[in-house]
């Protein structure tokens, strides 16, 4: 069996995913994806990947990855070559399974558990559609009309109460939000007043009025603050009992986290901008974090996050991997945690589930009462569907032995 042929989709529209379908020549197909600096990726995919890969093996996964990121510039970043090794592993691990005739769960290990506790992050359906992928500026609030009735990100902003309880109704009992983001990017994240602290508290002041403590409250900061203010930060936040805070500053400073870690009795949760498990070796060692998190599309694929999830169990931690991406990712993101003991809870969008992943892909993870289900395969049991290769502002590029 051999890669014969290496195809990129992306679309104007949603001008951050980009897939990567690997061709092969027994005709298994198998679909990737990953998020942010889509044209940059396709080109490292064509220009740097392709000769390295056509003609070679698709089910030497371990082979390939290390091909992929034994390169001068791959190295335990989330930059352009590790996001692109990565949408190519998920496509890798995809045609596993299609040979196979099996989910990519399965072929991870095997089911860890029969249903997984989700989160909502509280995003609207235009949350990081921009070019601009800024804090705030990829709010996308009141961009166009309103597309249905899970506008969360004005919600948790506005009406955090009664987002509470419409999730509640829903069976889903944590939620996550991020109302410290537009002080932080006003100020540069230096400091914070005492009017911009009372502000930013107000949601979690609703939601705990509203539902006490059914509902569990994660804190998405961004990396947006320098240590100081971080800590003021949660210390004003911690009557509230959120369940975790999550990169508070630049994860690239392990005695930071710890030192931040060790300033609060909430748990810290890093990081779904790492890449590669060496910075998870990192943190892990020096007790930075309590809750590992991993985004499939920018660390390694699942070859990489299935060992930092194993990392992370060395050091009795749960693993909680990301979402907020694309259909393709965050289904892969569902194998990886199903097959992994040590899985806590898994991040999911639904303004993005119940929205615009619709319109791409053949079919999206079962969410009911609050839980996720596993996906039946074979492979990820997803596909592009057909009205994507239709699509007028769809770019294709494609790599074959004849074309390097």
Sequence with gaps: MKITKIETLRTKEFFNVIWVRIHTDSGVVGLGETFYGAGAVEAHIHETLAIRLLGQNPLHIEALHKEMLNLPMAQSSTGAEYRAA????????????KVCQQPVHQMLGGLCH??????????G????????????S??????????????????????ADELALDLLEQGITAMKIWPFDPPAIENKGLFIDARQMKKSLEPFEKIRKAVGDKMDIMVEFHSLWNLPTAKEIARAIEPYEPRWYEDPIRMNSPQALAEYARSTPVWVCASETLGSRYPYKDMLERDATHVVMVDLCWSGGLTEGRKIAALAETWHRPFAPHDCIGPVGFAAAIHCSFSQPNTLIQESVRAFYKGWYNELVTAVPRIENGFVYPMDGPGLGVELRDEVFERDDLTVRVSTPESL
Excluded: H
């Excluded at 990565?86 to 399974?97: E, K, Q």
């Excluded at 029969?114 to 995003?123: E, G, L």
């Excluded at 359906?125 to 705030?136: E, G, L």
């Design 138 to 159: 990829n709010w996308q609030i009141n961009k166009g009309e309103v597309q249905g009735p899970y506008e969360d990100l004005d919600a948790f902003m506005n009406r």
């Design 114 to 123: 029969d249903k997984i506790r989700v989160y909502n992050t509280c995003a």
């Design 125 to 136: 359906y235009n949350y990081v559609r921009a070019k601009n992928i800024k804090p705030v």
């Design 86 to 97: 990565s949408a190519i592993d998920i496509a890798l691990w995809d045609i596993f399974g």
